[in-house]
């Protein structure tokens, strides 16, 4: 059984999709929602789901990432994760925290990467006026919204669509596509999964 650990900032939603989804004969199981913010509500809906929650504020760590991520790996050592999921998690990992979790680390992320890594991802394919946009789960490398790719949905950009109703539409195929892609990377299967 693989041990799943999903780091969060906010809401948590595509946790929430992961956790719910590792049940039966999931060949994995959540064993710790994380967050760099105590106050992320999908800390609340973790311990709804009954999976441990653990949080490590990174404010107080100002620019020394190394220093929060040491005591956000504490908590990770414990759980003993085999695979990492980021989902919603909004802080850049430094080389070095990424080495550790190398080929074991998924992220997913708001658009069909390679085009729009980093943020205000929505808003940059509307104004490119692209015909379709939508979501990529792909493996964590040092470089920022760059590696291998594990899966993919897209979706029509509707005649005036805004920012607000690509991102919701995207996040429903986020929710159905990361469980997918997590399920099959526990399974040792590492051909992209397009949705
Ligand atoms: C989602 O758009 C996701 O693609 C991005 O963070 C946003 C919020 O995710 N990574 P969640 O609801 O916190 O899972």
Redesign the pocket.
Known sequence: MKRVAIL?S??????VALAASMKGDHPARPVLVASNDPSAT?LDRARMLGVPTAAVDHRPYGKDRAGFEDALMAHLILARPDIICL??FMRVLTPRFVEAFKGRMLN???SLLPKYPGLHTHARAIAAGDAEAG?TVHEVTPELDAGPILGQAKIAVAAGETPESL?AKV?VM?HRLYPAVLRRFAEGERAPLYL
């Open positions: 969060i906010g809401g948590g939603s595509n946790m999908g989902a919603g997913i992320h708001p979501c991102a996040l986020e």
